[in-house]
């Protein structure tokens, strides 16, 4: 059974919906500043959605006085939008919602915390009970009035990347008609504390796969694409998921190999499962955060499998961040868009390549190409690695 991709949706620090994405994207205009949305002492980038969560409740009409975790709302419209783009019959289809993200609710638990340690009897426990990475997954599913089946994937990075391919099977094995597939993830202090504990956070604006790279820059927003089957479509759609995989290397709770295995295995099983050759594929979106070790290993793995014709490839991150559980979900509308407009994206601040494996990312913005398959990676801690392909309708 072929599956196809029908519906987009996007949220992130350069736009909200799929044309202000790429309208930023073609522009080379990135969304990284200092951090607005809480008070911290870290002087470092984020790429921040550029609107508060009053006026997200506005965009998407919901009652103001209501609770809802950041995650939940950047989740609600991206989902919307792709639900819209489809054309998708929630009445007669069997629909299911599959959302992946890393911080869930915690937003708002800090919120409460602060206030909580102050006096311990006068905070309001609904912040407290959206926490678990699932709640904001059920508010998105009450948003748009799929319950079907619903369920949340969390596996750091490779979250949204797991969630389509949980969707894609469902479909396969006749237990849904269509899936709502993707991910989303806020910004919050515990992230950005996290991150800055393993320092790998660049105090710059992060240069993925260059020499000088220092680290990565944080993110948040929200991807989703529609997957269904061929005998229900509404209308044409984008183009196939052909090809995917994910493995666990089990190398390091939050390092990939030096050899890059994981990526490796990732990428192979993939292209494998889609029966494409290697030499077919046109474009690459990378992981590629800008970490020493993860653009050291993912470019080795890319190496090993395409030997000196490497396709053109290059990661976004240094545009909307790493934006974690919502990595994917983002990084495969851009994916699916590549293939039906033969676009490729810039790797902003790219100048030397790493000396170990010596790799050019594409450094422009380019569209109208004859691109037929686009391979996309997304890459978790503890070595939970993913690959997805995506491919043309027709032959080009």
């Avoid at 609770?67 to 989740?75: K, M, V």
């Avoid at 390092?255 to 499962?273: R, V």
């Avoid at 407009?341 to 990312?361: A, S």
């Avoid at 190409?369 to 939970?384: H, K």
Wanted: hydrophobic share 40%; with cysteine.
């Amino acid at each position: 059974m072929k599956i196809y991709v029908t519906g987009l949706g996007v949220v992130s620090g350069i736009g909200l919906g799929v044309a202000e994405n790429i309208a930023s994207l073609r522009k080379h205009q990135h969304g990284m500043r200092k951090v607005t949305l809480f008070p911290t002492e870290l002087d470092v980038p984020v790429s921040e959605v550029k609107y508060s969560n009053e006026e997200l409740k506005r965009l998407l009409s919901l009652d103001i006085q209501k609770t809802f975790s950041r995650t939940a709302l950047l989740g609600m419209l991206a989902a919307r939008e792709a639900v819209d783009d489809a054309r998708l019959d929630l009445n007669t289809l069997r629909v299911g919602l599959i959302s992946s993200t890393s911080v869930g609710g915690m937003d708002l638990s800090e919120h409460f915390y602060n206030a909580f340690k102050k006096d311990n009897r006068k905070r309001r426990l609904r912040e407290v009970i959206s926490h678990d990475c699932g709640a904001s997954t059920e508010m998105i599913a009450d948003y748009l009035k799929v319950n079907d089946f619903v369920t949340t994937i969390s596996t750091a990075c490779s979250s949204a990347a797991n969630a389509i391919m949980l969707g894609a099977r469902m479909i396969r094995n006749d237990q849904l008609d269509a899936a709502i597939v993707g991910g989303t993830d806020a910004l919050c202090k515990f992230t950005l504390n996290g991150f800055n504990s393993l320092m790998i956070l660049d105090k710059e604006h992060c240069r993925p796969f260059d020499a000088s790279r220092a680290g990565l820059n944080l993110g948040e927003g929200a991807g989703y694409i529609v997957l269904q089957s061929e005998k229900l479509l509404r209308k044409e759609p984008y183009c196939l998921l052909s090809g995917y995989s994910n493995v666990n290397e089990a190398f390091h709770q939050t390092g990939s190999s030096p050899e890059g295995n994981g990526p490796f295995w990732s990428m192979t099983e993939a292209i494998a499962k889609s029966e494409i050759l290697p030499e077919k594929i046109d474009y690459i979106n990378v992981h590629g955060t800008g970490t020493l070790s993860n653009d050291l290993s993912e470019g080795l793995a890319i190496r090993r499998i395409f030997g000196d014709k490497i396709p053109p490839f290059s990661s976004v991150k240094a545009f909307i961040g790493h934006t974690l559980g919502a990595s994917e979900g983002i990084e495969a509308v851009y994916s699916v868009l590549s293939v039906y407009h033969g676009f490729i994206y810039p790797n902003l601040n790219f100048k030397e390549p790493i000396e170990e494996n010596m790799l050019m990312p594409e450094t422009s913005f380019r569209e109208g190409l004859p691109i037929r398959n686009v391979l996309s990676n997304s890459f978790g801690f503890g070595g939970n690695d993913s690959s997805i392909l995506f491919s043309t309708l027709k032959e080009k």
